[in-house]
């Protein structure tokens, strides 16, 4: 053993916007070193998250408080001290003692802690305010094992990777790992994208009764949020649950591919608003628990979500910045400065004493908050703040937002679409060309328009994650169909995918045409070479390809085969807008859609745009010379690589949304996409549904 870590280690230097901010992590770190109400009714002015945008309605804030609020709960049939869920980091993603340290810190707080997928650690095992996990690859699962908690939860999906299954890299699968979970030491752990026994709320209904049976204990089911998840949390009330988590986009993982955690899932607010919502209507409400997950920061953001309708809110990632993460997001490579997410081997470790006291601590300093909040709004208990929105109002958010969330506003607003510049991920594509596989980082998603701020339409749009109702696809173990078929059948490439080097230099050029030969795409070019498939360009505005060809679409050109729509700042409202217009008249077809961009955020994008209602993007070589970075080694390698990884990373994305075959069912599905917030306008033009709505 190397060492050991007992104290908080310098927050690094941030060089780009983060949702983990450094005043998000010294607030949780005030309240970890004492247990006294620090903030409250916590402002984020500026932000863009529509959580941040929900503000209380007379709440008093001058001078000492004395709180007389009751923050107890019951989970389970078990008391809380306060509504929360210490949740799922499994044994392998943590390395032990962060394990231990969160199952003793549930036992002394009377909270709940989740054990996540894949075994369970001995001194976490002997603990009773535990969830033991069920998930699709049932590593390590017994029966001892899932009897021994207060409950057990079917893992269906998660926030940071909707629709595909748990990734543990090899690298920190070591022995002690390898013995719990009962798999080969130093081999990745991908869990199956579906439970391969669960296809349908019938197939869950059976397996939650099964479980019943065989354990005596409450069943919970965990899903990712999505476009359907109202529909979801019905069919998991009517199967008999006793609850829900719902885990929303930008939640805390150990490893997800970057595509999927920024590209799919919806906000938490909105996933517990509508879910909330139905079950009242139907009459579900009564005995399920909803338990909140995603981006939980600080006490302000529970009580919201609470009001919202969550009886329980999942405390992650703040939990791990309560023993010392400092959000290095490295989690993935096993290499944590704080001994919380590195390999499993015993090299170096964090004090367990440390951690508890320090959780401990966040925890009481946390409930104290929330008292202190009931207080000034003049809440006594907890069954009053529940689903309570009345105390709720919005700032900034459009009324089909505000129709979700059930709260009104003194002014709905449609927030202009273009907030900030685009800012290319250098180090995504970089890291794309280098290693020609799906880009793995871990934590939550920094992308817009929650973190980042957003320049495009598309930026407030999020794709659909499968599960359940739609079950996804293991692109792993499954063929996943990404052929495309243009030109009425003469153009025939591998994905919906052109790369344009008309002006790149020669060696980018040639690059470039080889990799698209390689992998069986087709480049566009003005000045075609002879050996390479390509589009060529006639003038500025015909694209053509042996008789084919394409006009631009502002000229209306119907003799050409399809139309080609470049980059501007309505470049999705004209690929929606052609898109119906075609199909209004009952020739779309007859007729290509393509869209030329030379920005790009990373693979999502291009899934999107197909959603939309592009049949192909073309792409432009400017996107890979960015992720260069100056190097032109081994050229003819990273354009392969930029391609074949580019091409894995819209497979995944395919399974994730439950799509077996790209072009004949996502070209044109706008009901795949939901909008975060979007301006009303833009959306009912786009024809994209607000992320929640019903």
Known sequence: ????????????????????????????????????????????????????????????????????????????????????????????ALSGNPNIAIAKTAEITRTMAGTGEGGLYKSVADTKRIFVQW???????????????AGIVIKIGQGAKPGIGGHLPGNKVTHDISVARKIPEGIDAISPA????????????????????????????????????????????????????????????????????????IPIEMAVASSHNILVKEGLRKNFSIIAAGQVADSTDAMKLYALGADVVSLGTSALIAMGCVMVRKCNLGYCPAALTNKADNRTLIDLDFGIQNLVNFVNGFKMEIAEMMS?????????????????????????????????SPSPQNLGFKQG??????????????????????????????????????????????????????????????????????????????????????EIKNALSWAAMFTGTMIVDDQPQKEFKSISITGNTVYRYKKHSYSMVNEHYYSA??????????????????????????????????????????????????????????????????GLNNSYRNLREKAVNFLLGMKKEISLISGAMGIANLQYSIVGNTELLRAINLDNTIAKKINVAEAGST
């Open 1 to 92: 053993m190397s060492g050991v870590i007992a104290n908080y280690i310098k927050i690094p230097q941030r060089h780009t916007k983060d949702f983990w901010s450094i005043e998000k992590i010294n607030h949780i770190r005030s309240l970890s070193n004492s247990p006294e109400a620090s903030e409250i009714f916590e402002k984020n002015p500026g932000s863009l998250r529509i959580l941040d945008r929900i503000g209380f309605r007379n709440n008093i804030t001058k001078g000492p408080i004395k709180s007389g609020a009751n923050t107890e709960a019951s989970l389970a049939g078990v008391n809380l001290s306060v509504p929360v869920y210490l949740g799922d980091m499994s044994y392998g």
């Open 135 to 149: 998930a699709s690859a049932r590593f390590g699962v017994s029966a001892n094992e899932l009897k021994s908690g």
């Open 194 to 265: 579906p439970h391969h026994d669960i296809y349908s709320i019938e197939d869950l209904a059976q397996r939650i009764e099964a479980l019943k049976i065989m354990s005596d204990k409450p069943i919970y089911v965990k899903v990712a949020a999505t476009n359907y998840i109202p529909y979801i949390v019905t069919g998991i009330a009517r199967s008999g649950a006793a609850g829900v988590i719902i885990d929303g986009h930008g939640a805390g993982t150990g490893a997800a591919p970057v595509t999927v955690r920024d590209s799919l899932g």
């Open 376 to 408: 000034c709004l003049g809440i006594k208990n907890m069954e009053e703040l529940i689903g309570n929105t009345d105390i709720l109002y919005g700032e900034g958010l459009s009324e089909n937002t505000l129709e979700v969330l059930g709260i009104s």
């Open 421 to 506: 510049a685009f800012y290319p991920d250098k180090k995504y594509i970089n890291e794309l060309m280098i290693k020609g596989e799906p880009v793995i980082s871990s934590m939550g998603s920094n992308a817009p328009p929650d973190v980042e701020l957003p320049s495009r339409i598309i930026d407030w749009l999020r794709l659909d994650g499968a599960q359940v109702t739609r079950p996804s696809i293991d692109p792993y173990r499954e063929d996943i169909n990404l052929n495309f078929s243009l030109c009425g059948g003469s153009i025939n490439i591998s994905m919906p995918v052109f790369i344009k080097v008309s002006g790149a230099d020669v």
């Open 561 to 626: 085969d399809g139309f080609v729509i470049r980059q501007d700042d309505n470049m999705e409202i004209s690929i929606a807008g052609l898109d119906q217009e075609l199909k209004r008249r009952g020739i779309r077809e007859n007729y290509d859609i393509i869209a030329e961009i030379d920005r790009l955020r990373n693979t999502g994008d291009i899934v999107k745009y197909l959603a939309l209602g592009c049949d192909s993007l073309i792409i432009s070589y400017k996107i890979f010379e960015e």
